[in-house]
Each structure stands twice: as structure tokens, then as C-alpha cells.
């Protein structure tokens, strides 16, 4: 395969960094993660975690927290040095760690790199929230004082996916370590270098050691390990509803705080009077952005009866000139899937598909030169499909999209709602009101109007119904690392209180 992955000298090594110190798995363990682009190539040899190993991380981010290890608590200034100078080593170190992102997500080039550049923004924005992290104070009548005062939760597990695997860590790292918690990073398995880069380049900073710790290994090992120990706070998840689930039970245990970034069936609504050539083009980067593995993915087109057609035929024109291939050429549009499983997974969808619906385009699995060796699938739509049907209820996570038609306002604000998921939507109308009426009326984290898969760091993300608990990203992305405090402080000077009197007689 002609591919520039040999600037990165295959394959990557990540191993664990625990208290300050990166090391081999205790005995030794590794696991390979393969190249999705060309499995013939090992991308990763990953330090493979025990039980042992996320117990020492677990202890060391306890430890830190507890000891206030170099005032990290109070010292804001520290922790704002410390973001700042990870966004600038993000971008000084951009090259490297787009290719490691693209090599091992499959993520075509010309999608990696401003995904680094996206994780460098958060580091940067919550950096100027360190030290803004303001609390309330209030006098009662009789000048007794209320302080409500913000505190970091504590420590913090996160357990990442693999899809974005720089900004979905960043996204829970940055805002947790501005508020001043210690975290240990479960990072996914078909990604473990690209979050130990991360955690090493912030290394190098003047982070204290214990602060941010990072162990590779199995979710039902180390991830499980993290959920169940009772010396974490908090655990912040981004991943399958399946596994948010089980992870959601397993804390309520304990009353753990949780926040969770789970699964989505993003509708995408089309009125008839929508402008087609913006409204296909942001449908087609919704869709095959990542080869449509994203939480975020427009999967469901509800398109009114009226335009069906042109838009239609808008979309699947520049479905077809989509280039898939080797993630590491410039001009490759859409990358492989993840693995062996994904590709079956998304192959069984489509075969329903076909038997019962209409194939619009793609459906194919791709063969010949580089594709004999990757999980290489078409951009593939389906019209005419049936809302009820699990290609439009189930997270099939590909480039897999169904188009199914609506009559009026009612009727498409029904098909959007009618799902389980709720994390993100699009509406198309150039009638404003409508489009503000519909963006309302659906139940989802993020509705666009006329565009899509926008996320600045500055807005949230997150999820209604089974999508997800919490935001992330901005202002309100710090609230999932917080608890608030009230110190009470008497201002009347009375030894014997009003309110004594209910239990003191004199
Ligand atoms: P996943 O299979 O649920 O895995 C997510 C993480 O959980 C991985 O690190 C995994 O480790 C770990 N894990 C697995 N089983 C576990 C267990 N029993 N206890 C603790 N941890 C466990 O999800 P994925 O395939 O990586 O990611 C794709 C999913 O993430 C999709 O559903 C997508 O919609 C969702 N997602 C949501 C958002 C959002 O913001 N809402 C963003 C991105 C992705 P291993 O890798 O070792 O199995």
C-alpha cells in the first residue's frame, strides 16, 4: 500500500503513565492494535493494564487529590499554565499526532488534522476558565452569610472511545483538570496511542505527577476496575448506550457521579423549501465524516414529499464522487471502519436493507488494491424507509443513511422525536420561524439550522433520552466536574438562636 504512515515508524509503542512515570504493563502484557487501512501492518504495541497496574493509577490520582499535591486545588494559576502550555505542545506536535489519529481510527488526513487542531481549541478555552471559576456569596436579613463556593468532584475515571480519540479525551481532561481534579484515562482499545501521546505530551508541562494517569487495557479489566473502586469519584463516559448502561448501574451502587456521551440517530429534516445545494452538502459531512462513525452522524434523512427528489439527487450525486481509500493520502474522502466486527456489523445492516428497502447508492463492500486489505464499505443511502425499521432505530455507526419522506411540520417533528436517542438534529427550511419552531420541538443536545456537525468549543454537547447525562464543551462543561459547596457562616453573634428554642426551653 502506498501510504505515508512510514514517517511515524511503525509500529507505535504506548505505554502506561502512572504517577508521573511511564511503564510496561506489570508482567509485561501487550496488545497489537491493527492498521484498519491495511491489516497487514501492526499501527500500536499497547502496554495491556492489569488490575494491579489501574489500581496504582487509581491510587496515585487519589493520592494527589487528597495531599492537595502542589496546592493543585487552589492553585489556578498552575492548572491554567498547565492547559495553555498542552494547546501549544497539541499544535507544536500537530503533524505527528494527526497521522497517529489517522492510522489508527482510519480517519482520512484531511479529517485528523483539524480534529488536533479541535483538541488543541479545548485545552485552550477551559486554560481561560481556570481561574474563573466564581462562586456565589449572599447576606440574610439577620447578616448571617451564605458562600457557595465550587469544588473539584474529586477523582476522576474517563473511559474514551475510539472514534475521536484527541477530542473526546480532551474534552473530558481540559474542563476536569481546570477545576482542579486528578483523572485516570481508560483510553479505547482500537486507539490506545493516540491518547497516550496526549497524555505524555502533557508530560510535559508542569503538571504535578499523579495528577493525569493513563492506563491502556481491556474495558471489562480496566474500565470495569475504574467504575467499581471507591476511591473514584466520577466517571465521565464517552461510548456505546450498551455500555453506558451497565456502567450507569454498576455506579448507582455507590451514588458515583456519572456523566455519560452515548449512542445517536441523528434526524436530519428537509422542508420544501430548503436550499438543496447547501442543505446536500452538509448532509454528505454529516453522514460519511469518519465513514459515519460518529455519535453525531446524520443517519436518518426526513425529507418532505416536495423536494425528495432534487434532494435526493443532490445527495447521492456527491455520495458518488466520495474518494474512499487510504486515510493517509490528502485526497482520501472517506477512510475505512474500525475493524473486522464494525465492517460485519455494518454489512448485516445493509443486506436488511436491501431485502427491504430501495438501495439508492453504494452497498458494497470495496475489493481490488488497497481494499483487499482494509474494512473498506461504500457511502450507502436507502430510500423509502420505514422510520419503525432498525435502520432507523439502531446506532449502526457506518456510512449507512435512510431517507424517509414526511407530509407537513407535524409529521416530521413525530418521525425526528420518534427514537430512543436524542443527541443531535439538523433542520433545513428557509422559512425561519419554522426552522426555530422544529429546532424547539425536537428532543435532542444540538439542533442546527442550516448546517451541521458544527461544535465549537464554546456551545455544549450532550445528549436528551438515552444519548446521554451532562454536557460537554463550554461553560457548562465544567459543571460535570464540580460540586458546590455552601459555608454558612452565622452573622447575628447570638448564643441562644431563634431556632433553638424548638428543642431548648430557656
Ligand atoms: P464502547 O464499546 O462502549 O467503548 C467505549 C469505552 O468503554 C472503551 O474504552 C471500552 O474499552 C470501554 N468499555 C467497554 N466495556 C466496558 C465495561 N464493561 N466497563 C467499563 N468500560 C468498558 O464504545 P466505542 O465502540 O468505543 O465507541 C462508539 C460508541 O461511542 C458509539 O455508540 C458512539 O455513538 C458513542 N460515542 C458517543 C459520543 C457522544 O458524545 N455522545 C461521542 C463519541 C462516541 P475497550 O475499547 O477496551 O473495549
Not at 479541535?118 to 471559576?133: P, R, S, T, V, W
Not at 427514537?419 to 433542520?427: N, Y
Amino acid at each position: 500500500m502506498s501510504s505515508d504512515n512510514n514517517r511515524l515508524q511503525l509500529p507505535l509503542t504506548s505505554d502506561l503513565i502512572i504517577n508521573g512515570e511511564e511503564g510496561k504493563a506489570t508482567g509485561g502484557q501487550v496488545f497489537n492494535r491493527e492498521n484498519p487501512a491495511d491489516t497487514r501492518q501492526v499501527a500500536t504495541v499497547a502496554a495491556q493494564g492489569s488490575v494491579e497496574d489501574v489500581r496504582a493509577a487509581i491510587d496515585a490520582a487519589r493520592d494527589a487529590f487528597d495531599q492537595n499535591v502542589e496546592n493543585w486545588i487552589y492553585n489556578y494559576k498552575l492548572r491554567e499554565q498547565v492547559l495553555f502550555r498542552t494547546a501549544q505542545l497539541i499544535r507544536e506536535n500537530a503533524d505527528r499526532l494527526s497521522r497517529v489519529v489517522s492510522l489508527e481510527v482510519g480517519m482520512p488526513m484531511r479529517q485528523a488534522v483539524p480534529h488536533v487542531a479541535a483538541a488543541a481549541d479545548i485545552f485552550e478555552f477551559y486554560a481561560g476558565l481556570a481561574g474563573k471559576l466564581y462562586g456565589e456569596s449572599f447576606t440574610l436579613p439577620n447578616g448571617s452569610m451564605i458562600n457557595l463556593v465550587k469544588e473539584p468532584i474529586g477523582v476522576v475515571g474517563m473511559i474514551t472511545p475510539w472514534n475521536f480519540p484527541l477530542t473526546q479525551t480532551a474534552r473530558k481532561v481540559a474542563p476536569a483538570l481546570a477545576v482542579g481534579c486528578t483523572v485516570v484515562v481508560k483510553p479505547a482499545s482500537y486507539t490506545p496511542a493516540a491518547s497516550y501521546e496526549l497524555v505524555k505530551l502533557m508530560h510535559q508541562t508542569a503538571i504535578p505527577a499523579g495528577v493525569l494517569n493513563l492506563v491502556s487495557g481491556p474495558g471489562s479489566v480496566i474500565g470495569a476496575e475504574i467504575v467499581t473502586s471507591s476511591k473514584v469519584d466520577k466517571i465521565s463516559f464517552t461510548g456505546e448506550t450498551l455500555t453506558g448502561k451497565g456502567i450507569a448501574a454498576q455506579a448507582a451502587k455507590e451514588v458515583k457521579r456519572i456523566s455519560l456521551e452515548l449512542g445517536g440517530k441523528a434526524p436530519y429534516v428537509v422542508f420544501d423549501d430548503a436550499d438543496v445545494d447547501a442543505a446536500s452538502r452538509a448532509a454528505i459531512f454529516g453522514m460519511f465524516r469518519n465513514a459515519g462513525q460518529a455519535c453525531g452522524a446524520t443517519t436518518r434523512l426526513l425529507v418532505q414529499e416536495g423536494i425528495h427528489d432534487r434532494f435526493l439527487s443532490a445527495v447521492v450525486d456527491l455520495a458518488r464522487k466520495i474518494e474512499v481509500g487510504d486515510p493517509s493520502q490528502q485526497s482520501t474522502d472517506m477512510g475505512p471502519l474500525i475493524s473486522s466486527t464494525q465492517e460485519r456489523v455494518v454489512q448485516e445492516y445493509i443486506k436488511f436493507g436491501q431485502d427491504a428497502f430501495e438501495l439508492v447508492t453504494g452497498g458494497n463492500k470495496l475489493h481490488g488494491d488497497v481494499y483487499d486489505h482494509g474494512y473498506y464499505v461504500e457511502p450507502t443511502i436507502f430510500d423509502h424507509v420505514d422510520n419503525s425499521s432498525k435502520l432507523s432505530q439502531e446506532e449502526i455507526f457506518g456510512p449507512v443513511v435512510a431517507v424517509t419522506t414526511f407530509q407537513d411540520e407535524e409529521e416530521a417533528i413525530h418521525l425526528a422525536n420518534d427514537t430512543d436517542f436524542g443527541l443531535v438534529a439538523g433542520v433545513w427550511s428557509a422559512d425561519y420561524p419554522r426552522a426555530m419552531r422544529v429546532a424547539r420541538r425536537i428532543r435532542a443536545g444540538t439542533v442546527w439550522i442550516w448546517d451541521n456537525y458544527a461544535q465549537p468549543v464554546e456551545g455544549i454537547w450532550g445528549g436528551y433520552k438515552q444519548s446521554g447525562i451532562g454536557r460537554e464543551l463550554g461553560y457548562h462543561g465544567l459543571d460535570d466536574f464540580i460540586e458546590i459547596k455552601q459555608i454558612f457562616t452565622d452573622g447575628t453573634g447570638l448564643a441562644m438562636k431563634p431556632p433553638y428554642g424548638q428543642v431548648i426551653k430557656d
